[in-house]
């Protein structure tokens, strides 16, 4: 089943402490990006990466870190987390091939940081 | 830069009722538009996409026609079911915004909840 996984589906944690939340995707896909979902925002795109060892920053990269080592995964990175990013967060995956390709969205992470 | 705005609700219908959700966007470049839909404590789902204008997507009984001219992608189903209960999201993706960023930028989302 073509799909994209995120993992942990929830974390509550603390101000300072390091956290990762894994993607991966079984698609073969080469564009992977990761949004936030706030209240009243909508859904913000954090980073983004086009393939392996090519990422970039999206609209709100302050505080994250990424990497794409691989093409299947797709790591999204909080060094030292503050409460502002708690919100709920989506991994998603399409072919690089124009716009109009639709994106496949993972079921989210809720990340709680107190 | 760009934009989406969606009536963001909530939108409360009876089952079989007539659904109409409003979209308009605002792009420097020609985008695809799409809607997402998000169930419950689940992710967005593709619910259709055009590409060029006067493209109709279609998918689940729900359709909406890329209207260049009006800048607008309304959803709409002609019958709704209880099972179409979930939040919408409008949504573009411009080709020409930057390159090699397929960023979609969301409207802010709208409720449908459906009652028997």
């Known amino acids: 089943e073509a799909q994209v996984t995120q993992n942990p589906r929830y974390l509550i944690t603390v101000t300072g402490k390091k956290l990762t939340v894994t993607c991966s995707q079984n698609m073969n896909h080469e564009y992977m990006s990761w949004y936030r979902q706030d209240p009243g925002l909508g859904l913000r795109q954090i980073y983004y990466s086009m393939n392996v060892e090519v990422t970039d920053k999206g609209d709100v990269p302050e505080g994250y870190k990424v990497s794409r080592k691989e093409k299947r995964n797709f790591p999204l990175i909080l060094e030292s987390p503050s409460p502002n990013q708690t919100s709920l967060y989506f991994c998603?995956?399409?072919?690089?091939?124009?716009?109009?390709?639709?994106?496949?969205f993972g079921d989210g992470t809720r990340l709680s940081i107190l | 830069g760009n934009s989406v705005t969606q009536m963001e609700g909530p939108v409360t219908l009876s089952e079989e009722a007539f659904l109409t959700i409003n979209c308009t966007y605002t792009a420097t470049g020609y985008p695809s538009l799409f809607w997402y839909v998000q169930y419950p404590g689940e992710g967005l789902q593709l619910l259709l996409k055009?590409?060029?204008?006067?493209d109709k997507g279609s998918n689940k009984g729900f359709e909406a026609t890329y209207r260049k001219e009006t800048t607008s992608f309304h959803l709409e189903k002609g019958s709704v079911q209880v099972s179409d209960s979930a939040v919408y999201f409008c949504a573009l993706s411009d080709r020409w915004s930057g390159g090699s960023n397929y960023k979609l930028t969301f409207g802010k989302g709208t409720l449908l909840t459906v009652n028997p």
């Open positions: 998603a995956s399409s072919l690089a091939r124009g716009s109009g390709q639709p994106q496949h």
């Open positions: 055009a590409t060029k204008a006067d």
